[in-house]
């Protein structure tokens, strides 16, 4: 150890502008790392900071990686293809981290000596090529098993998904493509939990179960469980046999598909958001709460996710459209009077005629304003709408 490289060492470690410094270079020159959310960069940072720490202690000391390093980098590598991060990103952030530290080793002036240079070049390019060589074959193997164990391999990339555990769009659709599935585009993310709670714990099986009753022969669809919920991911096209499949097991739901797939954590946070806060009535046999119904709850709960004229477009949906103001008079006069019979007086029209038009605004939004939470819905939709 020289007094001079010690001296670096410990001017670089107890200077919080450093690892915040490597961080941001990481994220401007690896795309993968650019998009990482909050959970993800907070453990970026702190590979950052152990890894400054050892790189210099090496440095300082002429030593070189130890079991127990090389131990946490095969760690790193085998969580990185457990979510999905390619490994040539991974290894390109380490060259670049490195690239930064050498950077900052050079502004701690005076120059270093020969010798000191030497060294610092030396354990760069060492430790560089020996970690390399381990994350490459621990990210071959853990991506090898979990191609093997696909099962458990999709319950992790869903997982992944509805924590915000990914890099990127094309992250996943890399890491899907190894599991030899098509992530659903366009999609429903379903979040079920049982009507009557508390009960037992649901088990992976009945996520399992419940995707085979909802899915088709050859519809991709990973399902997990997140506490006291089922979670699947499924193709648009399953969303009409989700109500009968859930009743039959005594299950109610919320199905979010207005976001786009880089964003289903915002779905899962969406739909399980409003199965806390939905009142009873709100759930029915023959229907699911929806992004529209979800946006209510947000709405009425103090935590609006959408704007007005989004949440007006979820639940009045068609009715907006031009030639159908009709209907969407019908459905405001209803609302204002509470009767088909008012709101037929009120029209001119014939109270039949009126109820025949309440049928077509429920056939068209999935709708009932009869039914009391409906209603509700319907009446916040357009009155925040004008």
């Keep these: 150890m020289t007094e001079e490289r010690e001296r670096v060492r410990q001017q670089l470690t107890a200077d919080p502008r450093v690892v915040p410094a490597i961080v941001t270079a990481v994220r401007e020159q690896v795309p993968a790392y650019a998009v990482l959310d909050g959970s993800r960069l907070h453990e970026v940072r702190a590979i950052a900071a152990w890894a400054l720490d050892r790189l210099l202690h090496l440095w300082a000391t002429d030593g070189a990686l130890t079991p127990a390093d090389l131990r946490r980098f095969r760690g790193i590598a085998a969580a990185r293809a457990a979510d999905g991060r390619p490994v040539q990103a991974v290894l390109r952030a380490y060259r670049v981290a490195a690239t930064t530290l050498t950077d900052e080793i050079a502004a701690a002036g005076p120059p270093l000596g020969a010798a000191d240079a030497f060294a610092l070049t030396r354990m760069a390019l060492t430790t560089l090529d020996t970690l390399a060589e381990e994350m490459a074959t621990a990210y071959t193997a853990t991506s090898e098993d979990l191609a093997g164990d696909r099962d458990r391999a999709l319950r992790l990339l869903l997982d992944d998904l509805i924590t915000g555990r990914h890099a990127s769009l094309g992250a996943l659709t890399d890491r899907a493509a190894r599991l030899d599935i098509q992530l659903p585009d366009p999609y429903f993310l379903l979040v079920a939990e049982p009507i009557d709670r508390p009960g037992p714990a649901p088990t992976q099986e009945a996520a399992r179960a419940l995707l085979a009753a909802v899915t088709a022969p050859g519809e991709p669809g990973p399902a997990t469980v997140r506490g006291s919920r089922l979670v699947l991911l499924l193709p648009a096209a399953a969303a009409g046999r989700a109500p009968q499949a859930l009743h039959e097991r005594g299950l109610r739901g919320c199905a979010i598909s207005e976001e786009s797939l880089d964003r289903i954590a915002v779905a899962y946070r969406l739909a399980a958001d409003a199965l806390d806060t ?99 819905t319907l009446d916040i939709a357009r009155t925040i709408g004008h």
């Design 278 to 376: 939905a009142p009873a009535h709100a759930h029915h046999p023959t229907r699911v709460l929806t992004d529209g119904d979800a946006q209510v709850l947000a709405l009425l709960g103090g935590r609006p996710a959408a704007t007005p004229e989004h949440l007006s477009r979820l639940i009045l949906g068609p009715l907006t459209q031009p030639g159908r103001g009709h209907l969407m008079a019908a459905l405001t006069t209803y609302l204002d009077t509470g009767s088909a019979n008012a709101a037929a007086r009120r029209l001119g029209l014939h109270p039949q005629s009126l109820r025949y038009r309440l049928r077509r605004i429920t056939d068209l939004t999935d709708r009932d304003p009869r039914d009391p939470w409906q209603r509700l």
